[in-house]
């Protein structure tokens, strides 16, 4: 009940094109649901995230869908850049309490070709 | 910017040892977290620690783990005899509060021969 599923584990996309990556919880306690990007010997860092009260966040060339009865969110890069090339995760938390424990999905790895 | 800082950045240990990785979390953070990335496999949550005390840690973090604030600035994680299966990236986060971002560090490579 705890797992995040991240799919797909590797994309190729083409300069310019659209990056989705989709993600499944099944833990309805989960409240923060954020993305991390990380490069090649770099530690994740946040990229975008969003609370289940709003359906949708934009910020700049990325946009995190969320679906609440489906329990289901997606990430979308749009206009994709060779620079996004990384690891992306997916990740939901359940704040309230004294922890902050981020469960993580699988990641994707997505590659833009120029 | 401020950022969290972990030394070594790479680390080797033979299976038995005991090894201490180092963190220095962001100045005003409250609150401090380990997690594990094993090779080509998810960032899994180890612990988490505030107000000088574990507040979780999951299944992996058995008693050959522990945490420690030794001095107010550095966040410490000691493997007490390691195994190979230990190998993996560790990553140290800290956070301001329950409700802000998490901010992780580079990591440190641990491989345990």
């Known amino acids: 009940q705890q797992q995040v599923k991240q799919s797909p584990q590797s994309l190729i996309v083409q300069k310019g094109g659209i990056s989705i990556i989709n993600c499944a919880y099944e833990n309805t306690a989960f409240d923060y649901f954020p993305w991390y990007q990380q490069f090649p010997g770099k530690g994740p860092a946040l990229l975008i995230a969003?609370?289940?009260?709003?359906s949708e966040k934009k910020e700049g060339r990325f946009t995190i869908s969320f679906n609440k009865s489906a329990k289901q969110f997606s990430l979308h890069i749009m206009d994709s850049q060779p620079g996004d090339s990384a690891t992306y995760f997916c990740a939901a938390s359940q704040r309230g309490g004294s922890n902050y424990k981020l469960t993580f999905g699988k990641g994707t790895l997505l590659t833009v070709n120029p | 910017e401020p950022e969290v800082t972990q030394t070594p950045s790479h680390q080797v240990t033979q299976m038995g040892q005991e090894v201490i990785l180092r963190c220095v979390p962001i100045?005003?953070?409250?609150?401090f977290y380990w997690y594990r990335q094993i090779l080509g496999q998810k960032v899994e949550f180890l612990v988490s620690f505030y107000n000088n005390e574990i507040s979780e840690k999951s299944e992996i973090f058995d008693d050959q783990f522990s945490v420690e604030r030794p001095d107010g600035s550095n966040f410490t994680l000691k493997i007490r005899s390691t195994k190979l299966e230990d190998s993996a990236m560790y990553f140290c986060?800290?956070?301001?509060?329950?409700?802000?971002?998490?901010?992780f560090g580079q990591g440190t490579r641990l491989t345990v021969v």
């Open positions: 100045s005003n953070h409250l609150y």
């Open positions: 986060a800290s956070s301001l509060d329950l409700n802000t971002e998490a901010f």
């Open positions: 969003i609370r289940p009260d709003v």
